[in-house]
């Protein structure tokens, strides 16, 4: 059975949770078997979880899962996998699943795939997960040699689809201890949906001359509904927050549609960027190395180019 | 304090990546390598500033062959006190990483078992997860504030949009992201002294595989740019729609 751990975010089931099961689903039906869904704690509308492939939905409730402690979550999620006899746990790679994927494989001695990028195959007799290597500059076919397996999923690797009804949830009776970490504090900006889980983003780099120009990609990027993000040397000089830098050194993303201004396009910032969808890019000179790596191009001056961009959006949404 | 910071060895960050004729390996003619960006920016960095406040010995520790040894040496020449390989002749997966790495540190009473939040390499994000989990330490990932007072440690963790502030008591096992330090280059003082510093080589312990990269591919390549004139968005826009069907 593959067990899937579907994630609330702040107390509501959302586009992480729908993409492992959906990803638990496709990963059922190469192997046989079915997908089941593990929810700690409490939250509303667990048996929904079931349209997007979960054929039962187990629920662990537990004071001690209440503030977020990768050790709790790892004994749960475990002795979960052990009552239920699961060969594969996915789990999303986001800032929870890179807290717990490796204590899960740890734990369990499972050989694992960190951030996997699609379905498992059966490949030459090997359960084979694909993920990307070298900040997406290369991808790894990996085999794992173990009766368990670990899988974290990157994000917006898989589309999400709804097909079945809703599942039955049941309680697991698992006791996992106390944590020994506290949470003192957790703040979340309300507003645009977190860059690594963006579907559009609209990015700036050096050719804004300053932090004070930056109003031209927010308009956009309000326009399309997107997140903004950024070049190293951007928020290296602190004209943006550190969490927009993407590149090989700073977030990987792979959003559908990538809207770069004023960037060069250097090795190390295409890495991150590279695997997105679809890769727009303005810059006023014809010969920056991003338009080599990009479907869409636009030659000319930023500040005169996004302005326009954004009212033909706004003209487009309108219609 | 007692610090170990784990360190690991990646390809430049401008390496273009080529694979072997059969794709089953990284091509690694010509590549150079560093030492992994995350591990000296932050963890090292981080872990040279509490000891500058407190006191202590920060310990650098790499699981890898002997090739690794002058990206060790970085490590003290930036400012590490002493150094650990744990030798194995080919790097293998996060597990058996993970595995030399706690059997290494179990009973010597490290404070801070820091790390990179990933390579740049595998970005795994895995090994200091896996090692806490061995070694029964709390764990926390993508740190980019840390500040220990005693035996109190305050860290601040990256979350989806936001950060998370969680106080926990030593030992834990962290890893670094952008934000907990800023990187620093080591003077010819410090390249000088890391020459007579020791650098203790382990013997590995065994650990079977559970991975294994089978083969390797490059993403596909873009097809040539679509030009569009700067006074035609709405055409970009019809595109954006039509043909790549993204918004
Ligand atoms: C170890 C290491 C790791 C790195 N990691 C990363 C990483 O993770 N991410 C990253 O982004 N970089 C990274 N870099 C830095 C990278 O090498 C480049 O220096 C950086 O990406 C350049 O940022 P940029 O494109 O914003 O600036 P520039 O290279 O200065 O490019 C600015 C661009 O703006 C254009 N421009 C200027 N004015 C206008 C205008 N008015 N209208 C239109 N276009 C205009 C210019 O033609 C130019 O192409 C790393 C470097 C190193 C050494």
Not at chain 1, 46 to 59: D, I, N, Q, S, T
Not at chain 2, 120 to 134: C, K, T
């Amino acid at each position: 059975m593959v067990l899937v751990y579907a994630e609330a975010t702040n107390g509501e089931f959302k586009k992480v949770a729908h993409e492992v099961i959906v990803y638990g689903k496709q990963t059922a039906d190469v192997l046989g078997t079915e997908c089941h869904a593990l929810v700690l704690g409490d939250a509303p509308g667990a048996e929904g979880l079931g349209k997007y492939g979960a054929a039962k939905v187990h629920r662990i409730s537990s004071p001690h899962l209440e503030g977020f402690d990768a050790a709790v979550y790892t004994v749960a999620i475990t002795e979960a996998a052990k009552q239920l006899g699961a060969t594969v746990i996915v789990v999303p790679h986001n800032s929870t699943g890179k807290n717990i994927t490796g204590r899960l494989a740890a734990r369990l001695e499972a050989g694992s795939v960190a951030g996997a990028n699609a379905v498992p195959m059966m490949k030459d007799g090997y359960f084979t997960v694909t993920k990307p290597v070298f900040s997406g500059k290369a991808f790894a076919d990996v085999q794992v040699l173990t009766d368990v397996k670990v899988i974290s999923l990157a994000g917006n690797s898989i589309p999400v689809t709804e097909a079945g009804g809703d599942a039955p949830v049941v309680e697991l009776s698992v006791e996992p201890p106390a944590p020994k970490t506290k949470v003192i504090n957790h703040q979340v900006a309300t507003g645009r949906t977190p860059l690594p889980e963006a579907e559009l983003v609209v990015s700036g780099g050096r050719g804004l001359k300053g932090p004070e120009n930056w109003a031209v990609i927010e308009d956009l990027a309000d326009a399309l509904g997107a997140t903004t993000a950024c070049s190293r040397p951007v928020a290296d000089s602190d004209w943006r927050p550190h969490h927009e830098h993407v590149g090989q050194t700073g977030v990987a993303i792979r959003p559908n549609l990538y809207i770069a201004a004023g960037i060069s396009g250097a090795i190390q910032h295409l890495a991150g960027v590279n695997n997105s969808k679809t890769i727009v890019v303005i810059n006023k000179d014809p010969d920056a190395p991003f338009f080599k790596a990009a479907d869409y191009g636009v030659v000319g001056d930023l500040f005169d180019v996004l302005p326009r961009l954004t009212e033909a959006v706004k003209k487009y949404k309108g219609q | 304090m007692k610090l170990l910071v784990c360190v690991s060895k990646t390809p430049e960050t401008t390496t273009k990546i080529q694979l072997t004729s059969d794709g089953t390996e990284i091509d690694t003619t010509g590549v150079q390598y560093i030492m992994n960006p995350y591990d000296e920016w932050y963890a090292l960095v981080r872990a040279l500033e509490l000891k500058e406040a407190a006191g202590g010995t920060v310990t650098i520790l790499n699981v890898g062959p002997a090739d690794n040894d002058p990206v060790i040496r970085k490590g003290l020449a930036i400012g590490a006190d002493d150094a650990v390989r744990i030798d194995v002749t080919e790097e293998k997966d996060s597990l058996f990483t993970a595995r030399q790495i706690a059997e290494f540190a179990r009973g010597k009473d490290f404070d801070l078992i820091l790390f990179g939040k990933e390579t740049i390499s595998y970005n795994g994000s895995e090994v200091g997860a896996m090692v806490a989990e061995f070694l029964d330490l709390p764990y926390v990932g993508d740190a980019i504030g840390l500040e220990v007072e005693g035996t109190q440690a305050t860290v601040t963790r990256d979350i989806e949009g936001g950060d998370e502030v969680i106080e926990v008591q030593t030992p834990i096992a962290l890893s670094a992201a952008k934000g907990m330090a800023e990187q620093r280059i080591p003077n010819m003082r410090g390249i000088m002294m890391a020459k007579r510093k020791p650098l203790e080589v382990v013997q590995a312990v065994d650990f079977p595989d559970t991975t294994r990269v089978a083969s390797y591919q490059k993403p596909a390549e873009k097809g040539s740019v679509k030009l569009i004139e700067p006074d035609n968005m709405d055409e970009l826009v019809r595109l954006l729609h039509e043909e790549a069907k993204v918004i």
